[in-house]
């Protein structure tokens, strides 16, 4: 098979592009792909496909571009060229950009593909039905949260005509079926990137880390987390020191700067700004805990997965989609209040005060993520392929067996 998908991949920050990563890594190890090509985003940089394990040929297509209202041509164009066997898009639903019809316009690809008959998969990272628009930044006026809902459940209509649309969470199958009355919806969890043979449970010497890593500024908020810290210190003699790890939120340029200056007077307080790949696994590895300052949640969390890959404790907001997954895939906690630093503090200061409930809670987490491999996620993905191209082989047959009966008659 030679297999296209649609995507963000490394050096573009633009979202899901680490999650792109891990996908095409892992799909050059299956024996059915003989070629992979990547319809990305244009970056100044060269795409990162070096890759120490054997695999299959890997093309870039850089043919995309950020809030381009030509996207759809332009990633067609390379579709005609390349001719794939197959067509994979690793989606939510501001992929293609942050200006609404740039977005949108984006989103029409799986339909297009579909037309031109080549078996196409969603991967679905976020359905508009579980966003919380005011907390996901796009905005707090009423009229236009309906307007933008109404814009979500037109553009996931398009989505659905895609031969298959992969979600991550077994609720997001329910609500698709359910509103859209479709039946191409198939689970296929989120997956767990690394998986070290045997993560050290031990941290270095120093202060304890407590981490949170993502874009910031929407619903994820760093004040609770800092202020929730600095109350732990007030009443312990707790080492803590707080890492940041990660940028700003596209909808919220500048918010990571003005916590700098905010939070001047707090000690040990680290910004590490954009994680590289190759950083990961020093930046969870160092840490004590990872925490989740969320106010809400719009689809499976990488970093939940890439925690339980490095045997972690998580502190996760009881709440949304982090709930359903803990409970869906074997997680475990801290749980607390979005909406109260104290519960934060309390949350927090459980794991620090109490080394072995830190260690049971990482090894839990590996198990759990152990459970789903990326090899295992691409392997579910090719098997959805398979069973397409069968369907389509059975369908032409059919209408073969029509038209000679209809030519004998």
């Known amino acids: 098979m030679k297999l296209a998908i649609v995507t963000a991949y490394p050096p573009s920050k633009v979202t899901l592009n680490e999650y792109a990563y891990h996908l095409v890594k892992h799909f050059r190890q299956q024996t059915e792909v003989s070629e992979l090509v990547l319809f990305t985003d244009a970056t100044p940089e060269e795409a990162d496909i070096q890759f120490s394990e054997e695999g299959c040929k890997v093309t870039i297509k850089q043919c995309w571009t950020f809030n381009s209202y030509t996207n759809v041509f332009s990633v067609m164009k390379a579709v005609k060229q390349t001719d794939p066997d197959a067509v994979l898009f690793n989606l939510q639903f501001m992929k293609f950009g942050d200006k609404k019809i740039a977005a949108a316009l984006g989103l029409l690809l799986p339909l297009l593909c579909k037309l031109r008959k080549i078996p196409t998969i969603v991967l679905l990272h ?7 628009l005011k907390s996901a ?10 307007a933008y809902s109404f814009i979500g459940t037109t553009l996931t209509k398009f989505i659905l005509a895609a031969d298959t649309v992969a979600v991550t969470i077994n609720k997001y199958v329910d609500i698709l079926e359910e509103k859209y009355k479709a039946d191409n919806i198939t689970l296929i969890p989120h997956g767990t990137f690394e998986l070290p043979s045997a993560p050290s449970y031990e941290l270095p010497e120093g202060p304890l880390k407590v981490m949170t890593f993502g874009k910031f500024g929407t619903y ?3 004040e609770i987390l800092i202020e929730a810290v600095e109350k732990i210190r007030s009443r312990t003699q707790a080492n803590i020191e707080i890492v940041i790890a990660g940028t700003d939120n596209p909808n919220v340029p500048g918010y990571l700067e003005s916590m700098k200056k905010k939070y001047t007077h707090v000690t040990q307080l680290t910004f590490t700004g954009y994680v590289a790949e190759e950083d990961v696994p020093t930046i969870f590895g160092e840490s004590a805990m990872v925490v989740f300052p969320y106010t809400s949640t719009t689809g499976s969390s990488g970093v939940l997965h890439q925690a339980g890959s490095y045997g ?8 949304g989609d982090l709930s359903i997954l803990v409970k869906e895939e074997g ?22 005060m109490n080394d072995e409930y830190r260690i049971a809670l990482g090894k839990t987490n590996y198990k759990a993520a152990t459970a789903y491999p990326m090899s295992r996620i691409t392997a579910m993905y090719l098997e959805e392929f398979m069973s397409i191209q069968q369907q389509k082989r059975q369908l032409l047959k059919s209408k073969n067996e029509i038209n000679i009966k209809n030519i004998t008659t």
Do not use: H, R, W
């Open 331 to 352: 997680y475990c906690g801290e749980f607390f209040n979005p909406e109260c630093v104290d519960s934060l503090a309390n949350a927090i200061e459980n794991i620090v």
């Open 137 to 146: 930044g796009f905005t707090e006026n009423k009229i236009l949260q309906k």
């Open 220 to 222: 994820k908020k760093v």
């Open 126 to 132: 976020n359905i508009m039905e579980q966003v919380d």
């Open 312 to 319: 972690k404790a998580v502190v996760m907001p009881d709440l």
